[in-house]
Every structure is written in C-alpha cells, then in structure tokens.
C-alpha cells in the first residue's frame, strides 16, 4: 500500500514540535526517542510499518485539546490511536505524524445503573467496560474477538462489532454521547445521556469516522443488565449450500439468536489440529447461542433444532454443562490464533446479504484456487459479515502482493452480490483503494466534505479511507474547504 | 407542484432550482412553520424494490407509503424494528405517511428503548444533495462500516440535506406480547417502577406511564417466554398489577402510546421531549397548566397545554423546556402549536455553539445554494 510521502518541512522541526508538545504535558507522555517510537511505528496490520515524528499519551481530554492545537498551528498530521488492534493500518503513521495513544486515559468516570449508562474515557478496553458493571450483572453488548485489548476509542473509530451483535447491535446503537476534541483544539460534547439529541445525528457520523473527524476522549454507552443465561448448539452439515439456507430458516423463523457464526472445512481442519475442540469431521459447521432463563432457552433451542433437523444434519449437539458450552465456543474462539499457527494470514471483513452466502462461499474457492492460497471462513453469519482467512508466507517474496490481490478479488465479489468491503473493521490502509469498487466518485466526494467541515486541514488521519488519488487536493490542501 | 417520477427527474429538478423547494413525503409530519418555496412531492417515487425475509432487509423507494411496507412485512411476521409512530391524528394531517418521511423525521416509537430509532435500523440511502447530485450510502447489509456513516446522517435531517430518494432497512420477526399495567401514584413512582423493570434481566422493550391509569410494562416474544417474564417481573415490581394478556389488545394500547392519540383532539401546544430518565423527571413535576404522558421508561415526554391556554404561557414553557435540555441534554421539538407561537420561537431544539457550527458546516456543503426545506431545523 503507497503512502504519501512524507512533509520534510515537519520532519525538520521535529525538535521544536516536540519541545511545545512537552510544554502542555508531562515529558514522559511525548515519547520522541527513535528507539521507543518504534512502538507505534504498526498496528495488527504488520505488514506496514513506520516510525512516526513522535507519539503523544496524553491524560485527560485538556491535555488532548492543547496537543491537537499545538499541531494544527504546526501543520502536523495526527494519528488517533486507541490499542493498535486495528487490522486494517487504522493507527499506521506517516514519518512526518505525531501518534495520539489514548492509552493513559482509562478510568470510569461515571457509572448510573438506574439510566443504564457508564461513562468512560476512550483509552479504556472494551472488556473492561463490562468489568466495571458485571459486579451488578450488568455488560456492555459489542464484543469484538479482540476485546481484551481494543479500547473503546478504536471501537468508536472503527464502530465495531462482535459475535453478538445479532441481538445488540454494534458500537453505534450502543454509544450514547461522546467528548470529542476538534483538530483545531476545540472541545465538543455530543450527545449525551439522553436517547435522542434532535439535530443532526453527528454521533452517528464520529461513530466509524476512523478518528479522520475528532479525537473522542470520553464517551457515553449503553449498559444493559445481563440475560439470566445462555446456551449455545453445535450444527454440522455436509455442505456450505445447506448451512448457508439454515441460516436463513432460522431468522425467518422468529427465533433471533444472539449470535450464528459459521465455520467451513478449510478452518475447521486447522482448529481442530490446534485446539482439539472435539468438532464433527463436516463441511460447514454452525454455533447458534440464544439467551433467557433455562425454560426459554429450551423453547428457542427447541425451535431451531427442529429447523436444522430438516436440512439433515450430520451432527447436532446441544451444551447441556457449561464445560461443554465451553468446549462448543473453543473452535471458534481458537480459529484465528490455529490458523496463525500454520500460516500468514491476512482476515478479510466483507459482508454480504445472507442469502448469498453460498454463492459467495463458492465463488471464495475458486478465488483460492487461482491464486493458489488457501483459504478458510469463520465468520458471522446472522449477519452475513465474512471473514476470510487468506494464508500465505510473509517470508516469500511475492506473497503479500499476491494475498493482497487474492483479498481485493474477494472483496470485489462481496460488493458485486450486493454487501460491502468491511462490516466491522474498517478501511484503514488496507481497503482504502477498493473504495471505488463499492462507490462512485459523487458517493466520496459526499463523505470527504464531512471532513472538509470538520477537520479543514486535512490533518486527522488524512490518509485513510480514501484513495489517496481521491484525497490528494484535499490533503495538499488545494482545495479551499 | 413538482412530483418526479423517478430519481433522474428529482436530480434534474434540484439541480435546476433557482428558489427554494419544499420537500414534502405524506405531509403527516411536518412540524415547525413550513419552508418556503415550490412543493416537490415524493409520493410518486414509490415501490419495493427488495424484501428477503431470510436475510431480514428491505429496500424500498422513499415515497413507499408506510401501511403499504408494514402490510407486507406483516405478512411474513416481520415488521420495522423501531415501531414508528403514525403522527397525522396528533398533528391533524390526513396525507399518507411514506418510508422517506419517517426516515427524514427519524421516527421512532416505544421500542425504541431497546431496538433503537429509525436511524438504528436505517441500513442504506440514495439521495439527491442540494446540488442535484445523486449520492448512494450504505447499502442492504446489516453490517458496514464502509466509509462514513451518512445514512445516520441523513435519519433525521428533515430533508435539509439532501431528498431522499431510496432507503434500506433492517427488519425483525414480530412478536407476540403481552403488558403489565402496575398501579402508579405519580411520576416520580412511575420512573422507579420503570426503571425496575429496565434493570431487570426480562427483555422489556415498551415501558410507559399515562398518570392516573397505569405505568405499562411490555414484553415480547415466544409464548412460554412471554408468561414467564410477566410472572417474574409481576414479583420484582409488587404492588397492584392487571396483566393485558391477550396480545391483540397489548398491541392495541401499545398503538394508543406510541401515536399518542391521547393528545390529538383539539389544538394546544404539544411537545416531544427527549432527556434522561432522571433529567426529564425534575421537568415533569415542575409542569404547570400542562399533561404529560412518559415513554422509553421516562427518557421521553409528550407535553400537552391545556385547551385555551395564554399564548404568553405556552411560549414561556417552551423557552424553560428547551433551556433545560440545551442545559442538561436531550430536546424539546415544538410539534404543534398556533401559527402566532410558531411565528416566535424555533420548534426545533437550539444546539450548543460547537455543536451548531459543525451542524451549519454541513448543511452548507450538502445544500451549498440553501434550497432544501430552506430555514426548517434552525438558520
């Protein structure tokens, strides 16, 4: 992926940028030492590296606004960062950008069980968001699989998803009201602890922004108390055509589960190598989890038994212990760490109407075979958000760019059927050229001028998201915003 | 009148715009003094262009009216997740309601305490920008986060933005319900008994209180499901409690709060006010010479004058609830009163000035000429 070069005139005044920058915080929170800004040189998009000018960890949302002044008056692009889990090079710098980690800022700030609200600062991990309320059987409902360690504030750049969004939705119906700081210094509140704001909906527009509009600092989320249990089944079939069409069942039946992810063959022999799950030897294989107290639980599991059972499955297992709960989530929850075990691998995020997950599923194999790599499908289905696992060799000359082209083709299949280049993820670096696959040029233009409005210089995260054909006047500031 | 046909004519016509036009669904929503300019009218934009009941999504053009998109998800047992309320009784209008009017108003009714607003549900827009230029976002999958996030955008923006021409939803499987009625002596009762429910582990997704009836308590879902949740939260919150079992009559009073038909004969002033539970309960006790009844377990409140009240009063009660919410968060939107008040204060919730500069920041890069529903939602 091309990044554009970097401004010389900021890399020569690395010396005076940093010297302001430690002027409004603590000197130990602007890490400027070749040696240490290593750390932020990559997100979990690895195969793009660069050191940035400096990386900044501000406290609190003052100090925030003081460094994005101080920055903007510089002309120094800035790159938010919340824990560098971003797969798509969301928080990768340029050599001439100053990193904004949120990490220190963490506390709870507020939690009100009776409006059902916590509020918290951004750089605050999304599992501990639900450490801070389970106490008092609450949680927080987006659940990401890197949720031990993504903080709230990629989540909202990203506007994330997870397993069980099928019921709870993703960031965006869960984010009540944030603190967000302008790139001009400006310290702005939206939303808040109420439902609705009137106005325009500009949570909803920061909400997967990709930190390009604001620095959020706090945030206000939705909590919600915790179903009395849940219960999950195993469903294996012979075929990816079937599985995908007792999706579909399932849903029109009434019954909407918590979470429908799907495993296909390719993944399934790896996990079961690494985490030996105790998976049926099979095609394509289901986890359902519906929620509710031990009687509705039978009553829902009882409904979509009776649905998988007239596809023909050739197993069906219900947990009946937690332990075999457990051992029902252990496949899916160790997929993508076996298939790092045995490979590079690269984790597409298109999405795509459910009813097109068999062709989808097919049109991946061929798309595997001409390019010769192999490639597996765990991903969640209720909601049609694949994710392909492309594995290659990052030692062998040539396999990024031909994994990288493999992606590209896949992805191109999922707009084609109708979905879109990334459900959860983001666009980052990675999907940034493939924009033009799913929009015209009027669609982007639309989006950039949301920017123009708010971050006029084009200094937040500038080249994300967009082609960088598509962004250059904007970033070279030729076009008056 | 302008009435395109399709979305090539409405570009032409907004491009081709020298004055302001007044974009119009069913005019069964319309609040505020109406924009000026010529009429363009979406009714003629109408029709089902997607509906996979398997895959829980619908597209349809904007001027779809919105009986004809609920008969037909009804038919599947389906039905838009945010309940959307039907304004014309309250508002004395007779048009048809259409699929663009509800998203341009980001409609939402009592579930919207757990399944979200229109704008949660909203999955995609094509729209005309105030340039004549036609714009897609979004799309008909219920996960994407494909570039920025214009369909919230656009819920919500009272054709102030753009006049959209197509929309996507996400649907769910209806269900069956049934309500609680729990005996309440005030506000401030009700919002606890609410509240009690709303922490509960019971899925309540209705919780609304009508002083001197009854705080209604809904749940929904399979049978077996729905008489075990009555039975537990009958326990949790004690007291005096008839349950509406049958789960056409709980549809039925469910209907009569979300439409609130309660307020529709005659013509004072009424409000909607959105706050937090807590927030908007201080308002509520403090109102004079004015009803209520509460939604959203307390976070939303219908205000109604009372018949033939001063006009000097009912502008001093707007201007104290919209102080309160520009203080606390959370708007109080005008949704009907006389012309003489309309003409005197914004219907519209007046936003703090960080926030205002970037709402006017946007509305000039979308309507740059300022012909779309030209001074509706403020300057």
């Known amino acids: 992926m091309e990044m554009p070069q970097p401004d010389a005139s900021v890399i020569a005044r690395k010396a005076r940028i940093v010297e302001r920058l430690q002027k409004v915080m603590p000197k130990t929170a602007v890490i400027h030492d070749p040696a240490e800004t290593l750390a932020y040189e990559c997100d979990a998009l690895t195969a793009y590296k660069c050191p940035p000018l400096a990386a900044i960890l501000p406290a609190n949302t003052e100090e925030v606004a003081a460094a994005l002044k101080i920055c903007h008056e510089e002309g120094v692009p800035v790159v938010p960062r919340g824990s560098g889990t971003s797969l798509a090079g969301g928080a990768l710098p340029t050599a001439d950008s100053v990193i904004l980690g949120v990490a220190r800022m963490n506390r709870v700030l507020d939690t009100d069980y009776d409006n059902r609200i916590i509020r918290v600062q951004t750089g605050r991990t999304n599992l501990s968001v639900t450490g801070a309320v389970e106490a008092e059987d609450f949680f927080y409902a987006p659940d990401p699989s890197s949720q031990l360690a993504c903080a709230i504030a990629g989540n909202i750049a990203m506007n994330s998803g997870g397993a069980h969004c099928l019921k709870y939705g993703v960031t965006t119906n869960n984010l009540l009201g944030v603190t967000m700081v302008t790139m001009e210094g400006e310290v702005i509140e939206i939303g808040g602890a109420h439902l609705d704001s009137g106005g325009y909906d500009l949570l909803g527009l920061i909400c997967g922004s990709e930190g390009q509009l604001g620095v959020v600092t706090e945030a206000t989320l939705r909590i919600l108390r915790k179903p009395e249990g849940a219960r999950p089944v195993l469903i294996a079939f012979d075929s990816n055509e079937v599985a995908g069409a007792c999706v579909s069942d399932i849903i029109k039946a009434g019954v909407l589960p918590v979470a429908i992810e799907f495993m296909d063959r390719p993944i399934l022999e790896i996990t079961e190598k690494h985490a030996k799950a105790g998976y049926p030897d099979c095609e394509a294989l289901l986890i359902v989890e519906v929620e509710g107290s031990e009687a509705e639980i039978d009553a829902q599991l009882g409904l979509i038994k009776q649905i998988a059972r007239s596809h023909n499955p050739v197993d069906l297992r219900e947990a009946e212990t937690a332990e075999e709960a457990g051992r029902i989530w252990l496949g899916r929850k160790s997929a993508f760490g076996a298939v790092g075990q045995v490979a590079d691998y690269m984790c597409l995020d298109g999405t795509i109407p459910v009813s097109e997950l068999p062709r989808v599923l097919k049109g991946i194999k061929e798309i595997s075979a001409k390019y010769g790599l192999n490639v597996g499908n765990v991903f969640h289905a209720g909601d049609g958000n694949m994710h392909p696992l492309i594995m290659f060799d990052a030692n062998k000359p040539g396999d990024l760019e031909l994994c990288e082209a493999c992606g590209a083709d896949i992805l191109r299949l999922c707009v084609e059927v109708g979905g879109c280049l990334t459900g959860e993820h983001g666009v980052g670096i990675e999907k940034r050229d493939l924009m033009g696959a799913q929009f015209t040029a009027a669609d982007m233009e639309a989006q950039m001028r949301v920017k123009d409005v708010f971050d006029p210089a084009w200094l937040l995260n500038p080249a994300k998201v967009f082609p960088l054909e598509t962004s250059r006047a904007r970033r070279e500031n030729e076009v008056a915003a | ?379």
């Not at chain 2, 009569?256 to 509520?284: P, Y």
Request: contains cysteine.
């Open chain 2, 1 to 379: 009148m302008l009435s395109p046909a399709n979305e090539a004519e409405l570009a032409a016509m907004v491009a081709d715009a020298t004055d302001p036009l007044r974009i119009v669904g069913g005019g069964t929503r319309a609040i505020g003094a109406p924009a000026p300019g010529e009429v363009v009218s979406l009714a003629a934009m109408s029709g089902i262009e997607l509906y996979e009941p398997g895959a829980l999504t619908l597209l349809a053009r904007a001027g779809t009216p919105l009986a004809e998109i609920e008969a037909l998800l009804e038919s599947e047992g389906q039905m838009l997740p945010f309940e959307p309320p039907h304004m014309g009784g309250l508002l004395g209008r007779d048009g048809t309601s259409t699929l663009g009017g509800v998203v341009a108003t980001n409609a939402a009714g009592p579930r919207r305490l757990q399944a979200g607003a229109c704008r949660d549900a909203l999955i995609g827009v094509r729209f005309v920008d105030g340039s004549g230029t036609i714009v897609k976002n979004g799309g008909r999958v219920m996960k994407n986060v494909t570039g920025y996030d214009l369909v919230k955008l656009m819920a919500g923006s009272w054709g102030t933005l753009g006049v959209l021409s197509e929309v996507a939803f996400r649907v769910l499987p209806k269900l069956n319900g049934a309500t609680l009625a729990v005996q309440s002596a005030g506000p401030s009762e009700a919002v606890d008994i609410m509240t009690k429910a709303m922490t509960s582990p019971f899925d309540v997704n209705g919780a609304g209180f009508v002083p001197g009836e009854a705080v209604y308590i809904r749940v929904e879902g399979l049978e077996a499901s729905v008489a075990y949740r009555v039975g537990q939260l009958r326990d949790l919150i004690g007291g005096e409690i008839d349950v509406i079992d049958d789960p056409v009559a709980s549809a039925k009073l469910w209907q009569r709060l979300r439409d609130v038909t309660d307020f529709a004969e005659g013509s004072a002033a009424v409000w909607r006010v959105s706050m937090k539970a807590t927030d908007l309960l201080e308002q509520i006790e403090a109102l004079e010479g004015a009803e209520y009844r509460l939604d959203w377990a307390g976070g939303l409140a219908w205000v109604r004058m009372v018949d033939g009240a001063a006009e000097a009063d009912v502008v001093a009660l707007h201007q104290a609830l919209q102080a309160a919410c520009l203080a606390k968060g959370g708007h109080a939107t005008l949704m009907r009163a006389r012309d003489a008040v309309l003409g005197q204060v914004p219907a519209f919730q007046p936003e703090a000035p960080g926030v205002a500069r970037l709402s006017a920041g946007l509305r000039q890069k979308f309507d740059p000429r300022g012909v779309l529903n030209a001074g509706l939602m403020g300057a």
